[in-house]
Nanobody, 123 residues
Framework: QVQLVESGGGLVQAGGSLRLSCAVS????????MAWFRQAPRKEREFVAG????????YYADSVKGRFTISRDNGKKTVYRQMNSPRPEGTAVYYC????????????????WGQGTQVTVSS
């Protein structure tokens, strides 16, 4: 099994910054993708950013390019998501997820999920 534990959520002012962390433990894979998704009330879960653990290719949703940064620490098996200049519409539960196949922005292809962490952006 794979366990994902997110941390770092909370209240942030629009224009501020916030960093989320996701630590992965348990079964390991030779190649996998770790990604962040978010889900606002009454909305679909949407892709935010992802990174291939092997090779380090990085992907961003157009809505966050230039403002959010995803990075990883191989030794700690942790992925980070730095939010700069968040916007009120970014208020959502943010989830960390792992896919053992190829990269995809479709949440249905991700097999393992964290419990989610609430991020509220005040205006």
């Amino acid at each position: 099994q794979v366990q994902l534990v997110e941390s770092g959520g909370g209240l942030v002012q629009a224009g501020g910054s916030l960093r989320l962390s996701c630590a992965v433990s348990g079964r390991t894979f030779s190649s996998y993708v770790m990604a962040w998704f978010r889900q606002a009330p009454r909305k679909e879960r949407e892709f935010v950013a992802g990174v291939k653990w092997s090779g380090g290719s990085i992907y961003y949703a157009d809505s966050v390019k230039g403002r959010f940064t995803i990075s990883r620490d191989n030794g700690k098996k942790t992925v980070y998501r730095q939010m700069n200049s968040p916007r009120p519409e970014g208020t959502a539960v943010y989830y960390c997820a792992v896919a053992t196949g190829a990269y995809s922005s479709d949440h249905r292809t991700y097999e393992y999920w964290g419990q989610g962490t609430q991020v509220t952006v005040s205006s």
